[in-house]
């Protein structure tokens, strides 16, 4: 860094030169460190949340939970919370209604 001090006609002025350097390889590495650690935090932060929230009958729904944290790649960090059951989008979003029929015997049952 550079300071210069002129003085001109009573008045003065004063100018700064920065010189730096800049390494692009240790930035990419520095802001990709610090979003994949945002990210994978906002992530277990969304499991955390999700988990007790799931509804329970057999335990295979809250288990299912889970997350995956993508990158860095260039730039790019990417993160996603989603849950491996088949069922779950019926779960979470419901289903039209339609016909049961039993399975196993010639009645349905219904626990109550």
Avoid: K
């Amino acid at each position: 860094m550079t300071i210069v001090a002129r003085r001109y006609a009573g008045t003065m002025s004063i100018g700064v030169n920065i010189e730096y350097e800049y390494n692009r390889s240790a930035a990419r590495q520095l802001a990709t460190g610090v979003c994949s650690d945002l990210v994978t935090g906002m992530c277990v932060d969304t499991i955390t949340y999700a988990t007790p929230a799931t509804p329970v009958r057999t335990g295979r729904l809250r288990a299912g939970n889970q997350m995956q944290v993508d990158g860095p790649s260039g730039w790019s960090v990417s993160g996603r919370v989603f849950n491996a059951t088949e069922y779950a989008m019926m779960v979470h979003g419901g289903t039209r209604p339609h016909l049961i029929r039993p399975r196993n015997a010639q009645a349905l049952r219904f626990e109550g």
